[in-house]
């Protein structure tokens, strides 16, 4: 079957690092991304990364390893506003979106 | 960017009533939209994958005679809950894809929560 595992809930403080994880099994692979979703609203887009490496975007950043099935979005410099959950999803072989469960960010002053 | 937006935004309804939501992509052409359903504090869930001019696509378990999906346009799909019942309530959340773009993105409209009473 496929999976998409991230964690259920992190802590972290304003103005810290925090890395939120991704591990995946999907039949096939055409790209992973990162939403946000903050409470009660829609996701939005934050990043899309298809080959192995580092996408930096602002405070943002995303990383993918397509050999072990594994990305993780690191946000920089944290601010009360990036409390949300955040989304890790995978594009399979039918080009159907597979979503994780989100990872809750609590930021605390 | 590309802009979904989503008709109504909230919506109460009695039980056995049936609920049109509306979802249209403002400033680009959308031959795909998709329909999710999220209960809070869950992930996602795809329902059906809506494109322009043919029949949509639903998932397993996605009583397609209940909830009615029609892409008559470019920038326009509907989804229609048909008999709507207190399990029925949930946020409803409408993507589109852009034709041109590509397939890398999908633009999020943003949302419906529907409550059944």
């Known amino acids: 079957g496929q999976n998409i595992d991230q964690p259920t809930e992190m802590t972290a403080t304003e103005g810290a690092i925090v890395q939120i994880n991704c591990t995946y099994q999907?039949?096939?692979?055409?790209?992973l991304f990162w939403y946000q979703q903050h409470a009660g609203e829609a996701p939005t887009f934050l990043s899309y990364?298809?080959l192995d490496g580092l996408e930096e975007k602002g405070r943002f950043s995303s990383f993918l390893s397509r050999s072990k099935g594994y990305s993780y979005l690191l946000l920089k410099e944290l601010q009360m506003k990036d409390s949300a959950s955040y989304l890790c999803?995978?594009?399979?072989?039918?080009?159907?979106?597979?979503w994780g469960a989100g990872t809750k960010l609590i930021i605390k002053p | 960017g590309a802009v979904v937006s989503q008709h109504p935004s909230r919506v109460i309804c009695k039980s056995g009533t049936s609920v049109k939501i509306e979802c249209r992509s403002l400033?680009?052409?959308?031959?795909?939209m998709f329909w999710y359903r999220q209960f809070p504090k869950q992930s996602l869930m795809l329902m059906a994958t809506?494109?322009?001019?043919?029949?949509?696509?639903?998932e397993q378990g996605v009583e397609k005679d209940k909830f009615l999906i029609n892409h008559a346009s470019l920038t326009l799909s509907t989804l229609t809950v048909t008999s709507a019942h207190p399990e029925d309530s949930s946020f409803y959340i409408c993507?589109?894809?852009?034709?041109?773009?590509?397939?890398?993105?999908?633009?999020f409209g943003p949302g419906t929560r529907l409550t059944v009473l």
């Open positions: 993507s589109a894809r852009d034709a041109i773009a590509g397939e890398n993105e999908q633009f």
């Open positions: 400033d680009f052409q959308a031959t795909t």
């Open positions: 809506s494109n322009e001019g043919s029949k949509a696509t639903y």
């Open positions: 999907t039949s096939g692979f055409n790209g």
């Open positions: 990364n298809v």
């Open positions: 999803a995978v594009k399979d072989s039918n080009y159907q979106l597979i």
